[in-house]
């Protein structure tokens, strides 16, 4: 990578101020309250509702509004673009960005269509190589409990890594009678529980180990296929659960199951990594906390170790608070920013990175495709990397 | 159902005195002291080596030993026949005791092949309609957690079930260098993980719901190939590790996950019954305890709900000790004798069934079949009842 | 109380930039992006190293920095003080401010003597009187898994309280070569463990309860007595851990323990409230989840529930995210500024008072009387109230 | 010691067959189907109502029944004498049991009165001379998880011990309107949650440190001082909870906390040890979980280890089942047997010894002498040991 000298301080501008945008403007606001970072601005947010983009814009820390994010992006004074419009609005937006020279950091999932991902991995690998940086929103890779996760496993601290247990339960459309959205309906959506949450699971394996799939099986689910809409019930055309099934070209198999209708779980990413020499489990619900076992101390003492992930010595902690006062899951977005920020200053390529997106949506694919097919494993090519 | 008067006290024999003979001896030697049952004797202890199956009998609480199964089953004096020899001997046994008139309980698996499983099944069947009483061990329909689990589910406090999260998760074999033994042999055990500790998960499943398997599909891995022989490494032919995906008549979903090789995993059969109303969840490593989440409580207060299930009103502890004063894994083994006899006493069919045995061994092939064929799914028959 | 118009927008001026001061300014930096509160600025911050204050006022969003806190006080654009000074300077300032008509927020301890202390409350009478508005910073009222667990006992739901155990622990002295600090010294700390960590969990019990302690005994012990100081050994003067006994004018009785030599333990403020109809119980270092045992369901499904406190219906939640996505330590200060202007802008006073602040130290004080008479119980005189 | 060649096999005779002598019983009739014990008999059981007293020896496995205990002592066939009646009854039986020259072993409390005690512990010592042996029921020291607890302290992987935190918490009482009993009347119940449970937590503390009290103060609680008789309310004389400060004399502290009416817990004896290098803790509630903080690792990875005390490698768990297959309250009375017979044949005093209850019983005293002196520290004498 070439270093490239970066104008200071950085112009921001922001798309979508939504709940993914409401998150993202709080990492702007405060990574520079905590972390050293290149200097930057906060200055456009972008909505399509020019009262209620200006509202956001005074409430979250952004210094303007606007409504066009085409003539935003031409602007000299802006750097970066973060996306966090819906997933039919990121091709678009994201290969202009890289176009005109802007880093572009974009919220999962890369794309709606795996056509779309695609031209998006061509424009950031294009841009890359002029030095302009490009990456996506797998936030929970900054959870510091699982970064710690990923370098004892990089450390071989768990030896061969046999087999992960994954699932994402949430119980939000448990409820038959909660009404129809445009997240239920395939046009606008893409997928269920499978491309909105799964595809968070399947990142952190790949993250995790450090891995790659070779062959995929899944099965979808849609449990309640009528919901009340605004004249009468209409069809949900996607699924409201989704099982995975992956082979890892190391020789590992991982399990994914996701859930919108897991009545009790609100928000529970859990990972349960289990190797030759030890295993780790985690839940995003306590996300501060790390369980590992540790084959190599003696039998008599073995035991699952609840780490308490918030001592100076474990990732990201150092700039926060002291040790036990805990933090909570907004931090993985200011996290974020701060290692786009870093990279962007240091000329690298933030991870993870476009190729990294279109793959998890390879496999995504391939599970529908599984789906459709009974079940039946599906080969998958070998991935995308940075440098095809 | 005939009631059939019985003679008293009934004449009991176990035949095998390793593991599973040990714990149900054990069962034996405590249920009167705990349970009103109706009067039996510990008569006989069967096994192949005289002075070891001597001594055993003596230390397990039985008036007699044996080496000849046979001739013991052709005693007058003797009315019950418990089988806890390995599953290649169980068809034998079964069908013999219960041509010779002896209620037989018989250790799960009910068999190693399914045409042993329908040779006993269509036995226990004559037998029955003679007042000749059968059983298969799935011991864990007895934990006290579990049956008040069937309870709220049949009581409908969970609604329509969508999905249930199942895995029994060991770490016996995580280190590759434990030794090859006949239970890593195909000939030998059938299978490994599938039939050893995932028919344990498939029955409750089947117990909890009062539901039917219609679809199947599955995956099995063995992880570590060769282990040390006696003479060099052997082959393992069996799984160390088996993902199944279930569909149920009721339209339900559920995925199974077993392993031997999860390290930091003692004895962990895990339960998740997700339903429209409410959710439960279980571990068998803390079998005292079950989780439940009640959603008809406001939400503000719900969350899900450790119950600690050792009070007089749960099921099987009104027979132990005060509140609090947890009990242990072979407990469920004392409740399956007293359910029996009880039974037996009535004149009714005890539950579980040879034919349940069998329903759930014709899942497990079918899982091996999937396995075989890309994992894709496959259709099960009507399950065999009772009546058939 | 009579509602006084506020200036719009109110200054701000924090004086300190250490550990509290970085967690007020974050508050105060969020504040206004997720609720609703009267216009303000982030005027000055306030320290003695020009410097350093200067780049922290930078770093934590001040407009501005200064180094005397006596012109801070008298600039007419600021109308809010928050002081975040050691423990010995908030007399000194709190009283200043109050005099020049500043409404005064105040980290804990009120002061470090019971003399000081009293002379603020004075102050925060005759100010209050004129409408101006004070407040002690026990930050953990503003917990909503403590704030539900108040209006639960508030409703109720609990019967009568019987007795209350609680605890913080940490272990940041546990290491005996853990070199000496001022805070090891009882001129500049005032005391140890029982100031700093206790004084919370007494301060939560008069919250949780709204009740008053009527009598007290305690004990206080210093294990390890020497630290190295730059000069060699010098000797600790504070406790490192105290038990405290307290007598509430109800009738119920509250157990207090708390050590900075607790090993483990990061910072586990735990609260156990056991009523005559439920309980309730609670961990800071899980601060998103209170557990709730409620006697009037039916005994076969009683246990506690484990809520997690992330649902729009539970207190300040509706200002953040979505159900699951867990809140960290930090945002009980922003709920803390979040209810100080609220007050302001009604009008009213804020809670809790000076007042409050100071009935706890008269506690703390009666531990250390109780502890130097052999633990004896100490009577307490009536509480200071806001109407006194 | 000298070895005393035993009878074989020794006849054991016990005394009572309410709750703790069905719990005494269990372990008489399993204890040598798991361990290897010197042979013995299940000769009589003892009770006053003679009908009561044979369906029960029927039921628990004795050979015969009888109702005077007298005579029973004086059978040349008897060699053990297992006292589970009442704690009134205690000192007598004991003394002529051990005058008779039979090994004795008694539940706790010792007796009722410290004369009593005192009497018991010096036949004990005559007795002890003589070859005749006796020991104190306190059977949580036979806690597997407590045993490794008491045996990772002894080889100072905690390092100095610095403060104890020990609660016995149940709510058999929590409602104000169950009955009357025997057990609320300090006539016949000696006192209440003091003697009945916190008794056990501070034998567990002098166990697992193997420290002496020099020094204590405490407080006794009854919030419902009537409760419904047979002709009318009637006056509870004893404490619903008790709080209870102890100084050991290695210098640390530790504090007891008891009660009855500690709503939702059932009998959760929590026990957590600080020390400079780790910490413990216990809760009866999960017997089989131990947790171990060992801050000998790397900061990074520490954290409590969930150990799950069911490995061979675990004291008493090589005699039951495999790994992860939980054992349960009752088990800790076999362990007991196990170890009195054991000690018996090697002619060793076992242990715990009546001098041990004895120093429990010294302790008790204290606290209802604190209590009743506004929580005075008092200071105790030297604990009474075997030589004395």
Same mark, same amino acid.
């Given at each position: 990578?070439?270093?490239?000298?970066?104008?200071?301080?950085l112009?921001?501008a922001?798309?979508?101020?939504?709940?993914?945008?409401?998150a993202?403007?709080?990492?702007?606001?405060?990574?520079?309250?905590?972390?050293?970072?290149?200097?930057?601005?906060?200055?456009?947010?972008?909505?399509?509702?020019?009262g209620?983009?200006?509202?956001?814009?005074a409430?979250?820390?952004w210094?303007?509004?606007?409504?066009?994010?085409?003539s935003?992006?031409?602007?000299?004074?802006?750097h970066i673009?973060?996306?966090?419009? &819906?997933?039919?609005?990121?091709?678009?937006?994201?290969?202009?960005?890289?176009e005109?020279?802007?880093h572009? @950091?974009?919220?999962?999932?890369?794309?709606?269509?795996?056509?779309?991902?695609?031209?998006?991995?061509?424009?950031?690998?294009?841009a890359?190589?002029r030095?302009v940086?490009?990456?996506?929103?797998?936030?929970?890779?900054r959870?510091?409990?699982?970064?710690l996760a990923?370098?004892?496993?990089a450390e071989?601290?768990l *030896?061969t890594?046999?087999?992960v247990?994954?699932a994402?339960?949430?119980?939000?459309?448990?409820?038959a009678?909660s009404?129809?959205?445009?997240r239920l309906?395939?046009?606008t959506a893409?997928?269920g529980?499978?491309?909105?949450?799964a595809?968070?699971?399947?990142?952190?394996?790949?993250?995790?180990l450090?891995?790659?799939?070779?062959?995929v099986?899944?099965? @979808?689910?849609?449990?309640?296929?009528?919901?009340p809409?605004?004249?009468?019930p209409?069809?949900?055309?996607?699924?409201?659960a989704?099982w995975?099934?992956?082979?890892?070209?190391s020789?590992?198999?991982?399990?994914?199951?996701?859930?919108?209708?897991?009545? *009790?779980?609100?928000n529970?990413l859990?990972?349960?990594?289990?190797?030759?020499?030890?295993?780790?489990?985690?839940?995003?619900?306590?996300?501060?906390?790390?369980?590992?076992?540790d084959?190599?101390?003696?039998?008599?003492?073995?035991g699952?170790?609840?780490?308490l992930v918030n001592?100076?010595e474990?990732?990201?902690?150092?700039?926060w608070?002291?040790? *036990?006062?805990i933090?909570?899951?907004?931090?993985t977005?200011?996290?974020?920013?701060?290692d786009?920020?870093?990279?962007?200053?240091?000329?690298?390529a933030p991870? &993870?990175s476009?190729e990294? *997106?279109?793959?998890?949506?390879?496999?995504?694919?391939?599970?529908?495709?599984?789906?459709?097919?009974?079940?039946?494993?599906?080969?998958?090519?070998?991935?995308?990397?940075?440098?095809a």
């Amino acid at each position: 990578m070439t270093t490239i000298p970066q104008p200071a301080p950085l112009g921001v501008a922001a798309i979508g101020y939504a709940f993914m945008g409401k998150a993202h403007s709080n990492a702007w606001r405060n990574v520079a309250s905590f972390f050293d970072v290149p200097a930057f601005e906060q200055k456009v947010l972008v909505g399509r509702d020019a009262g209620a983009v200006a509202e956001a814009a005074a409430k979250y820390g952004w210094a303007e509004s606007a409504t066009d994010w085409r003539s935003v992006i031409e602007r000299d004074d802006i750097h970066i673009i973060d996306i966090c419009a &819906p997933g039919w609005m990121h091709a678009e937006i994201a290969v202009a960005a890289l176009e005109a020279g802007k880093h572009v @950091l974009v919220e999962k999932p890369l794309a709606n269509t795996l056509g779309e991902a695609e031209l998006m991995t061509a424009a950031a690998a294009k841009a890359r190589a002029r030095g302009v940086q490009s990456m996506i929103g797998f936030n929970y890779r900054r959870v510091p409990a699982l970064a710690l996760a990923r370098e004892l496993i990089a450390e071989d601290r768990l *030896g061969t890594i046999r087999h992960v247990r994954a699932a994402y339960l949430q119980d939000w459309l448990t409820d038959a009678e909660s009404p129809m959205s445009w997240r239920l309906r395939k046009e606008t959506a893409g997928s269920g529980a499978l491309g909105d949450i799964a595809s968070h699971a399947i990142d952190q394996i790949l993250y995790l180990l450090g891995d790659d799939v070779i062959e995929v099986s899944g099965r @979808l689910q849609t449990f309640v296929d009528q919901r009340p809409g605004a004249e009468g019930p209409e069809d949900v055309t996607v699924d409201d659960a989704a099982w995975v099934n992956l082979s890892l070209a190391s020789g590992a198999i991982a399990s994914v199951e996701a859930s919108r209708v897991a009545t *009790g779980r609100k928000n529970s990413l859990q990972l349960e990594v289990y190797g030759s020499l030890g295993s780790l489990t985690f839940d995003l619900e306590n996300l501060n906390e790390l369980n590992f076992m540790d084959t190599t101390v003696p039998v008599r003492e073995q035991g699952f170790r609840r780490i308490l992930v918030n001592e100076p010595e474990h990732p990201y902690l150092g700039a926060w608070w002291p040790q *036990g006062h805990i933090i909570g899951w907004e931090h993985t977005f200011t996290h974020q920013v701060r290692d786009f920020l870093t990279a962007i200053a240091a000329g690298d390529a933030p991870s &993870p990175s476009f190729e990294d *997106g279109l793959n998890v949506q390879h496999i995504l694919a391939a599970v529908e495709e599984s789906a459709a097919a009974k079940s039946s494993l599906i080969q998958l090519n070998a991935p995308v990397t940075e440098g095809a």
